[in-house]
């Protein structure tokens, strides 16, 4: 039985969003300076850095989801 064009556009966008999380969060931790948008010297930095880790369990979920 052949699947749906909308099955394989899902499991498509899917796979898609599975990637690009995972993608977001090594950047994030192992070429932080690549991706974030604000510099080390910058007075906000500590609040930034503390906000963004606050979703990588989140982003998990999602990938899981996907």
């Given at each position: 039985m052949?699947?749906?064009r909308a099955i394989k556009v899902l499991i498509g966008l899917g796979i898609f969003a599975i990637i690009a999380v995972l993608l977001y969060w090594?950047?994030?931790y192992a070429a932080?300076?690549?991706i974030q948008s604000r510099s080390p010297s910058a007075p906000d930095y500590a609040i930034y850095v503390n906000f963004e880790q606050a979703f990588p369990l989140a982003d998990g979920w999602l990938a899981l989801s996907a």
């Open positions: 052949k699947r749906p090594i950047t994030w932080p300076d690549l």
